[in-house]
């Protein structure tokens, strides 16, 4: 095991990521093209084993597995033997995510119930597991019902393993991708598309370095503080988590469409303003796009969607919510964040309220204007953040009850002061000598600058729109070079992204 090769990270920007764009395009230029695929995806398992060896060795079974069973329906002549299949391929890729992910959560709560000892295991999540799980669960769904072909080896191993969505998505569909593996037009180097995968790539890297990260120094001290921080402090850390967990997966989008229109494979947007909706059900058809699709299409549709009456929408919603939760971790306060988003967007889908201006297929009673329901569902999803950062259901509901509670004890520039960045060190400085005494107003200022930034990025365009707005002028050059060297020079502090947890 060795050096987490992180998207953010010296050894995969200026050795992994040079090495095998190289080796892609010098492949092709030849027209190696299936050894081009086959260096790509032995590129993509490197990248993926080099977290840890063990976690290779459980991709490389799933892979072996799922195609197997796909290479069986081939021969598949009733519709029992495609149940069969389907029931097979459920109970494989559902029963290892339970395992590596579930199993411990559900032991604890069964002791817990029934006051019995069986054993923990504590077993290591591997990188990755839920989203290169319902990739392949989407394609033998598929399989069996017929809605997709069995394809070669090679093409299906490039298009689980293929690096840029590997371990944190965008969760892809084998339509989307394998295509686009095949067309040898795509073997060129395409100019404008890898100028936009630079920009992209960088620019989100500049969201994940340059403001999740450092918005991340207040939320970790701030949540490990969750029993002594007073409603001021509270909100800042609540605020910082909300722009951190914004940034931070909407940089790891940015990179990994970068990363793809670098090797001309156009991967789903995944990440689309989410806090410019004005209600949360348009927040959730922005956020984590393609997590949304698996479970509209393989989960809510066929529970019944929305065509067998009221109640049943509902349930349905609820259902694919707490599932939603669910995923994202294996704890109570996850189950409880998702169980929120679901009844707000159940209250939503009641059409009681729309927002004025509005196109909607079912008239609202009430109407209020955008930018009251702009804050409605952007404090809404704040509050819904206790439960899916805190640690526990104690440390979220003490949360709530410090919003509550009203209070101040001057904890809130304690807080502000976890922002000692590099960028501040010669203003800390001057003010230890001249003015000491004004040195806790002015952390406190730095955090109200990175939070009133934060709120100022939302409502520009987002890093799709700037990549793909026009030709790459020398003024967005220099600007994207820029970001690009400030980031470089902050990478001494490598950290991980938010959503390698899920």
Not at 201 to 216: E, N, R, S, W
Not at 380 to 402: C, D, H, P, T, V
Request: net charge positive; aromatic share 20%.
């Amino acid at each position: 095991m060795g050096v987490n090769m992180l998207f953010n990270s010296f050894l995969f920007i200026f050795i992994f990521l040079p090495l095998t764009l190289i080796g892609w395009y010098l492949l092709n230029h030849f027209e190696r093209y299936e050894l081009a695929k086959v260096f790509l995806a032995g590129m993509s398992l490197w990248f993926y084993g080099y977290f840890n060896v063990y976690y290779l060795a459980i991709i490389v079974v799933s892979i072996a597995v799922n195609y197997f069973l796909s290479w069986l329906l081939i021969h598949a002549r009733t519709k029992l033997a495609n149940r069969a299949g389907l029931l097979v391929g459920l109970l494989f890729n559902l029963g290892l995510l339970f395992y590596f992910k579930y199993y411990d959560f559900f032991i604890e709560n069964l002791n817990l119930a029934f006051h019995t000892d069986f054993t923990l295991k504590h077993i290591l999540l591997p990188l990755g597991i839920s989203f290169f799980t319902f990739q392949q669960l989407s394609f033998i769904i598929d399989r069996c019902l017929g809605r997709a072909e069995h394809y070669s080896f090679i093409n299906y191993v490039t298009f689980v393993t293929f690096f840029p969505q590997l371990v944190a998505g965008p969760i892809v569909l084998y339509k989307e991708m394998i295509p686009q593996f095949e067309d040898t037009a795509n073997r060129k180097l395409n100019v404008q598309n890898f100028s936009q995968g630079i920009v992209l790539f960088v620019l989100g890297l500049g969201k994940k370095i340059l403001l999740a990260d450092v918005l991340a120094l207040v939320v970790n001290y701030g949540f490990a503080q969750t029993f002594s921080l007073d409603t001021p402090s509270t909100v800042l850390v609540i605020l910082a988590y909300t722009f951190e967990i914004y940034f931070d997966f909407s940089g790891y989008s940015d990179m990994a469409m970068g990363l793809g229109r670098m090797f001309n494979i156009i991967l789903p947007v995944n990440f689309n303003s989410p806090y410019r909706a004005c209600s949360v059900k348009e927040l959730w058809q922005r956020w984590h796009m393609t997590l949304s699709r698996f479970f509209v299409t393989y989960v809510y549709i066929p529970l019944g969607g929305s065509k067998k009456g009221k109640l049943r929408t509902i349930l349905n919603t609820i259902i694919i919510f707490f599932l939603s939760g669910l995923w994202h971790g294996a704890a109570w306060t996850y189950i409880a964040w998702g169980t929120m988003q679901g009844l707000l967007v159940v209250w939503d889908n009641l059409g009681i309220v729309g927002i004025s201006g509005r196109a909607e297929k079912h008239p609202a009673k009430f109407h209020i204007p955008a930018w009251l329901g702009w804050i409605l569902t952007f404090g809404f999803f704040n509050l819904s953040l206790f439960f899916f950062r805190s640690e526990s259901m104690a440390g979220a509901i003490q949360m709530f009850r410090n919003l509550g509670a009203m209070n101040y004890t001057g904890k809130m520039f304690e807080v502000a002061s976890t922002l000692d960045i590099p960028e501040f060190y010669v203003i800390k400085e001057a003010l230890g000598i001249m003015a000491p005494q004004l040195t806790g107003y002015a952390y406190l200022g730095l955090l109200l600058f990175y939070l009133a930034l934060s709120f100022f990025m939302i409502t520009r365009k987002n890093v799709l729109e700037i990549a793909e707005n026009g030709k790459l002028t020398s003024g967005k050059c220099w600007a994207v070079t820029a970001v690009f060297v400030w980031c470089v020079i902050s990478l001494s502090q490598v950290s991980t992204f938010l959503y390698f947890n899920f």
